[in-house]
């Protein structure tokens, strides 16, 4: 089979991770007799210095275009002047309005190998296997009014929470084909002790329910969510929430899987399902960013960007087996104790970024 892959690798460490990405993903194409089309291009800061904006109309496009984009990641010290203008998060933002984006995907796995890698006991994470689902185009991110001005009694600013059943309906949905093709256990976090768009969330969310009969749901609060989180995480298999409590709720989950090397994501404009028979066009990337400070030394961790990729066979290419494939050999690499630096003990040895990628491409080919 043939597919068009759009290619960003952005800033920073982006363009070394998504490099062993592209490793493991033709090596998959070898391995199943694929071909990956891939067409790169620019976005973010370098963007910025080459063409004056975060994301060229064409560039949008081109994305829109293909199957699927494979996102490396933007911004730096740099371009975070607060005066300025244009900003490489605008590049991001922008592609996610290109392609209709707005179902935010971000699994964290605790591998049995990386139980101490964490701040968390031993005990707490082990066995940990979590999908957060974030909604990603509504909520006080995006809704009006949204503005900061100067009175005579001082400073102030407006955001406005805001959603339509629309929205609550086709996020809470992608959680339930989500579940079913996991552990059947979907949790809906919302904040409906307070807010009326929460009131809202869980309502739609009561009224879905019997559509999915197989799937059991449960209300939480999102503080209460939070805490759960890091005293008993086994409890959880699909999370699903309104975007601000998702984006919170997505990073402390982080903490789970000891690294932010391990934590892959998608962004996607339509609701798949477990088979891989409905498809939906979306962006993959690792959830770590742009990194800076290590960029160019080979400590950074690719396992991220190999498995957003994983996400990408899965979600938008309908190649469920190739995806496995993936996820195997990444195991399998791990078990074998092959660590890059973000994963190891001080003291004991690691690779760099290039040879794990190498790594996981031969484990694609063994397995």
């Known amino acids: 089979?043939?597919?068009?892959?759009?290619?960003?690798?952005?800033?920073?460490?982006?363009?070394?991770?998504?490099?062993?990405?592209?490793?493991?993903?033709?090596?998959?194409?070898?391995?199943?007799?694929?071909?990956?089309?891939?067409?790169?291009?620019?976005?973010?800061?370098?963007?910025?210095?080459?063409?004056?904006?975060?994301?060229?109309?064409?560039?949008?496009?081109?994305?829109?275009?293909?199957?699927?984009?494979?996102?490396?990641?933007?911004?730096?010290?740099?371009?975070?002047?607060?005066?300025?203008?244009?900003?490489?998060?605008?590049?991001?933002?922008?592609?996610?309005?290109?392609?209709?984006?707005?179902?935010?995907?971000?699994?964290?796995?605790?591998?049995?190998?990386?139980?101490?890698?964490?701040?968390?006991?031993?005990?707490?994470?082990?066995?940990?296997?979590?999908?957060?689902?974030?909604?990603?185009?509504?909520?006080?991110?995006f809704a009006k009014p949204k503005k900061r001005w100067n009175t005579s009694r001082g400073r102030r600013g407006v955001d406005t929470l805001k959603y339509e059943e629309r929205e609550i309906e086709r996020i809470l949905r992608a959680g339930f084909e989500l579940a079913r093709g996991r552990k059947k256990k979907l949790t809906s976090v919302d904040k409906a002790n307070v807010l009326e768009t929460s009131r809202l969330w869980r309502q739609i969310a009561i009224e879905l329910s019997p559509e999915y009969p197989d799937i059991a749901i449960d209300h939480m609060l999102v503080d209460n969510c939070a805490m759960q989180l890091v005293q008993n995480p086994r409890k959880f298999d699909v999370i699903v929430s309104e975007n601000t409590f998702g984006d919170i709720l997505s990073d402390e989950a982080a903490v789970l899987a000891g690294s932010m090397g391990m934590l892959p994501s998608a962004s996607l404009s339509g609701v798949p399902d477990a088979s891989g028979r409905r498809r939906a066009r979306g962006m993959y990337e690792p959830v770590h960013g742009s990194a800076p400070d290590i960029a160019g030394q080979g400590k950074a961790n690719p396992l991220a960007a190999i498995l957003s990729t994983g996400l990408m066979l899965r979600y938008s290419l309908g190649l469920i087996q190739e995806a496995d494939c993936i996820e195997r050999a990444v195991d399998q690499v791990l078990k074998n104790g092959i660590y890059t630096p973000d994963l190891t003990e001080p003291g004991k040895p690691s690779i760099d970024t290039s040879k794990m990628g190498k790594t996981v491409a031969e484990a694609v080919l063994g397995n």
């Open 1 to 141: 089979m043939r597919f068009q892959i759009s290619v960003l690798p952005g800033d920073g460490i982006g363009p070394e991770v998504t490099t062993e990405a592209i490793r493991v993903l033709e090596t998959v194409g070898q391995k199943f007799g694929h071909t990956f089309e891939l067409t790169e291009d620019l976005v973010g800061g370098i963007s910025i210095d080459k063409h004056g904006t975060a994301l060229r109309p064409e560039t949008a496009e081109m994305c829109r275009r293909s199957h699927a984009l494979l996102f490396g990641a933007v911004g730096g010290p740099k371009w975070d002047d607060p005066e300025s203008n244009v900003r490489p998060e605008d590049g991001l933002l922008a592609i996610r309005k290109a392609m209709g984006l707005w179902a935010n995907l971000r699994p964290v796995k605790v591998y049995k190998f990386l139980e101490n890698a964490g701040p968390l006991k031993p005990e707490i994470v082990r066995g940990v296997d979590i999908m957060v689902l974030r909604e990603l185009t509504g909520g006080l991110y």
